[in-house]
């Protein structure tokens, strides 16, 4: 897969605690390889789907955050259908 694409909303409880979840849109290019044979054949394409998730990000001090994050994407649909589950650890620095 070379690229995933998804935006993020939140809501904003008090600190150090901030809950959020994904939206629902999500795309993502594949590109396939297989030898058949001894030739490549090689295919690419765009999917779309819906993603659902979830995630807590704790304030560490006053510019230090982390985050633990759970994702499902399903995306495409036939042979091409494609679906994951990912878990995601981050930190970020706010200025």
């Keep these: 897969m070379d690229d995933f694409y998804a935006a ?11 809950n959020f979840a ?3 849109s999500s795309n993502a ?8 044979d001894s030739k490549r054949i090689s295919s690419s394409d765009n999917l779309d ?9 704790r304030l560490i001090t006053d510019h230090i955050s982390a985050r633990l994050e759970y994702r499902y ?3 495409g ?4 259908k494609f ?13």
Excluded at 29 to 36: G, L, N, S
Excluded at 77 to 80: D, I, K, M, R, V
Excluded at 83 to 95: C, K, N, S, T
Aim: hydrophobic letters at 30%.
């Design 8 to 18: 993020r909303s939140s809501t904003s409880p008090p600190p150090p605690w901030s």
């Design 73 to 75: 994407s399903d995306l």
């Design 29 to 36: 290019r594949v590109r396939t390889t297989a030898t058949v």
């Design 83 to 95: 679906d994951r589950h990912q878990i995601l650890v981050g930190a970020a620095y706010r200025f």
């Design 49 to 57: 789907g819906w993603m659902i998730g979830g995630g807590a990000e």
């Design 77 to 80: 649909e036939g042979p091409s």
């Design 22 to 24: 994904p939206p629902f």
